[in-house]
């Protein structure tokens, strides 16, 4: 029998005052003392989760052992660098901008993307803009398929259903940007001798939405256990500006602009937070159901998916696989 007598939305919220204490204080036991770093480093995308990084290391630090990186490139949505040069000024911290374009270029990731693109839309160029969107899990059920959203030059719109090869063509295509975003943070934090600050919340860090070895990849994660609505609740605790509290989450890896509701998580961030929370709590579909205002099949739906993303969230976190066990001296 569950331990809350009754599911409410009210059960995610925090108290921001002991929460940030609690991990604020684990900030500096793990890079003061476990890894003897003097620092940190953030990718800054002006986004909400970063943004609450930022912060939650410089009250844990201080600003002048916090890095904040902007890692801007030719998809980046034109906000997200004058939302990164906001966060830098709010949070009196050091900042480095590195333009990566140059870098994607030479790896062929516009040019490779593009060929996968160009399966499904054969008229596709190089001055078109993009994107890949999967339709709501509320209204289509279990059976889901990318398509590619495309504008050309003169406005025009066009929508295709991915193949597979178009499908993963374009998404490892576009991990390179995530990849190459994570080797500057490592250089950067290499040369500082700092740590890696990840940015993920629960969400993205429980259902798989991120790139292995590329924003998958940190020294902390100091929100990973947090909801997205309970994010927004400290970033208004911390008093980030209220340009990057109203931001909707992106995933600033599209030339066309993109939530990140129709890229991965398919319905409101709000609701999928509640539906996997009250799901880990032992709470029925049909109780689930009366709090989120949604039926109890959409709800099963919902629940079928997230079991589906965690399978694909097991390969994204385990490590490197040994062919026999080596033991490790500490």
């Known amino acids: 029998m569950n331990a809350i007598s009754s599911f409410s939305a009210d059960l995610l919220k925090l108290d921001c005052a002991l929460e940030t204490e609690r991990i ?39 600003p002048e052992r916090v890095l904040g990186l902007l890692l801007p490139e030719r998809d980046s949505a034109p906000e997200t660098f004058s939302l990164g040069r ?58 889901r398929l990318f398509s590619v959203v495309a504008e050309s030059p003169d406005g025009s719109r066009f929508k295709a259903r991915t193949t597979l090869d178009a499908y993963l063509g374009i998404v490892a295509a576009t991990n390179f940007k995530q990849r190459v975003r994570k080797m500057l943070e490592y250089y950067h ?18 259902l798989g939405f991120f790139v292995k070895l590329g924003d998958g990849a940190a020294d902390i994660k100091p929100i990973a256990h947090l909801y997205k609505s ?28 993109q939530t990140q509701e129709e890229f991965y998580f398919s319905m409101p961030l709000k609701t999928l937070d509640l539906i996997l929370f009250g799901s880990e709590q032992g709470f029925s579909a049909s109780e689930i159901a009366r709090e989120v205002s949604l039926t109890v099949p959409q709800v099963e739906h919902v629940l079928d998916d997230i079991k589906a993303k965690r399978r694909v969230a097991q390969y994204l976190h385990a490590p490197p696989a040994t062919m026999n066990e080596v033991a490790l001296a500490h």
């Open 24 to 62: 604020t204080t684990a900030i500096r036991e793990k890079v003061w003392r476990s890894f003897r770093k003097k620092g940190v480093v953030v990718a800054l995308s002006g986004g909400i989760d970063s943004s609450v990084v930022g912060a939650l290391a410089v009250k844990a630090l201080g």
């Open 86 to 143: 906001l966060i830098v000024r709010h949070l009196g911290i050091k900042s480095v901008q590195e333009e990566i374009t140059g870098i994607l270029e030479s790896l062929g990731c516009y040019e490779r993307r593009d060929d996968a693109i160009r399966i499904v839309i054969p008229e596709y160029g190089p001055d078109w803009k993009s994107k890949i969107v999967l339709p709501s899990i509320l209204e289509n059920g279990k059976y």
């Open 189 to 206: 934090a290499d040369r500082l001798n700092f740590a890696v600050a990840g940015t993920p919340n629960r969400l993205e860090y429980e």
């Open 230 to 257: 309970q994010v927004y609740q400290l970033a208004e605790f911390l008093e980030l500006p209220e340009a990057i509290c109203s931001r909707p989450p992106t995933t600033d890896t599209y030339s066309l602009a």
